[in-house]
């Protein structure tokens, strides 16, 4: 279990219904900018030449199985921000050579279950537990929360997975099933082909989508950043309070009021008594922890502007730093990170470079 890093921090609570594989192999986390390079390494790229002693090893460590190379949800609505379909088709090779199409389970889901456990530390198990799922996963549906397996529905949306196994045969149907479920994964990485985009929009395909909801986030962190007084930003124990705050109301509000609905509740009763026990209570989830101390450590900086990336890149580290052992990540969140121990009260290996992953693997 990993250890504590700081004396103001509260103790962690680790949902006990996520259950996480045993180690090794090290699950191993890439932003998308280095698997960006490890695919300019792959296709010979003039730019990847240097990234190639680093794709070597990560072919290894996976052949020998001692690494496993986990996609996100923030992957894919990343990936769909490229504009080229060829660039977007050779990553989308390598990412299912390292990683075979395993995902991390959704952060909606991993912040439930921490919500849970953090409360069953302080008031006793739920009437209605959460079930106990696999950090690791089958494909895009496993990182976006759907956990139930693709279905055959007819025009009207009806499931007929049955008379579909039956039409085409029982013997046929499930490698039928296997080869639908390949090619989807493949599309949902690849993304449409340039002629295929506008029939799909006409569909109803919105491949912005994602980018317009991370753009819409970080117009609240900006407006916040813009209202914050110098006076609060001197004053850390109180600019983190209000972060702290803005994070049971904007992530955790509804997960909070289904609690308190299924343990006859108010809210106040889940949040405790003083605002430290309320603080306390989201520092004590481990993926909150972490997305607390990025914005908290971004908003100190009165220069930052907010822009949608970093909603994408808050999302995909509070759920890898926690869950991984090895996390590769740019230079600032890796610097913003170590200064306040976040590795070491996560037990992840944090780094900035490909080139520091091959000591590690």
């Known amino acids: 279990m990993p250890k504590e890093a700081t004396t103001d921090s509260p103790p962690l609570n680790w949902p006990p219904t996520l259950r996480r594989p045993a180690s090794p192999p090290k699950l191993v986390y890439l932003d998308l900018n280095h698997w960006i390079y490890l695919s300019q390494a792959a296709t010979g790229h003039r730019e990847g030449s240097q990234f190639e002693p680093a794709l070597q090893r990560c072919r290894a460590a996976r052949d020998a199985g001692t690494v496993v190379f986990p996609l996100s949800a923030t992957h894919y609505m990343e990936i769909i921000k490229i504009t080229d379909p060829a660039q ?22 991993v912040m439930r279950m921490e919500l849970e456990a953090a409360l069953t530390s302080r008031l006793g198990p739920s009437p209605e537990p959460l079930p106990t799922l696999d950090l690791l996963g089958p494909g895009y549906g496993w990182a976006l929360g759907r956990l139930h397996p693709i279905v055959v ?3 009207e949306g009806h499931d007929v997975t049955e ?18 479920l390949l090619m989807t ?11 295929d985009v506008p029939a799909l929009r006409n569909l109803g395909w919105d491949p912005l989508a994602a980018r317009t909801m991370a753009e819409n986030r970080a117009r609240q962190e900006q407006t916040f950043q813009d209202g914050l007084e110098d006076q609060m ?16 109301v904007i992530e955790l509000e509804p997960m909070l009021v289904e609690a308190a609905t299924v343990r006859r509740c108010h809210l106040s009763d889940l949040l ?7 603080q306390d209570l989201i520092r004590s ?3 909150s922890d972490v997305a607390t101390t990025l914005k908290f450590q971004d908003h100190r900086n009165q220069s930052k502007r907010w822009l949608f990336n970093d909603t994408f ?24 990170l170590h200064n306040v121990h976040m590795d070491t009260r996560m037990d992840t290996v944090i780094l900035a470079h490909l080139t520091e992953l091959t000591d590690h693997l």
Not at 92 to 103: C, D, K, N, Q, V
């Open 88 to 109: 977007r088709g050779n990553l989308a090779i390598l990412m299912e050579e390292l990683s075979g199409f395993t995902t991390l389970l959704s952060r909606s889901w």
């Open 233 to 248: 930003r001197r004053r850390p124990h109180r600019l983190r309070a209000a972060v702290l705050a803005r994070e049971a």
């Open 313 to 336: 890149d808050i999302d995909a580290l509070s759920l890898a730093i926690p869950y991984c052992d090895i996390v590769v990540t740019d230079v600032h969140r890796r610097h913003v």
């Open 163 to 180: 008379q579909a196994r039956q039409q085409i045969g029982p013997a046929s149907f499930d490698p039928y099933m296997a080869a639908m």
């Open 185 to 195: 994964e493949r599309m949902m990485l690849a993304g449409p082909a340039d002629e």
């Open 153 to 155: 529905q007819d025009s």
């Open 272 to 278: 405790g008594a003083t605002p430290q026990q309320a």
């Open 285 to 287: 989830m481990p993926s």
